[in-house]
Nanobody, 121 residues
Framework: QVQLVESGGGLVQAGGSLRLSCAAS????????MGWYRQAPGKQRELVAA???????NYADSVKGRFTISRDNAKNTMYLQMNSLRPEDTAVYYC???????????????WGQGTQVTVSS
């Protein structure tokens, strides 16, 4: 069984910083791309940033220059450093990963439970 657990959300003032973590655990053979998504009230879930197993990254235009995604492959953990936060960054942030469990040839899409980030003005 595979599980993704996010942590690090909270309430911060505009201009502040937060660091999110996503730890993958369980019967994991390999992890390909990992990513952070967010969903604000009344809006669709959107990609914030993604990182491949080799370290290639891509970002939503709205967060470029402010957010940095990284991962520690040895720990099966991904991070999102969020600086210069704005009220419009307020959302539930979800971790996503393409994972191949031990014992099978297939890759599956896994999601975390989400962590709330609230930025006050």
């Amino acid at each position: 069984q595979v599980q993704l657990v996010e942590s690090g959300g909270g309430l911060v003032q505009a201009g502040g910083s937060l660091r999110l973590s996503c730890a993958a655990s369980g019967s994991i053979f390999s992890i390909k791309t990992m990513g952070w998504y967010r969903q604000a009230p009344g809006k669709q879930r959107e990609l914030v940033a993604a990182i491949t197993s080799g370290g290639s990254t891509n970002y939503a235009d709205s967060v470029k220059g402010r957010f940095t995604i990284s991962r520690d492959n040895a720990k099966n953990t991904m991070y999102l450093q969020m600086n210069s936060l704005r009220p419009e960054d307020t959302a539930v942030y979800y971790c996503n990963a393409e994972i191949r469990p031990i014992g099978g040839p297939f890759w599956y899409d896994y999601w975390g439970q989400g962590t709330q980030v609230t930025v006050s003005s």
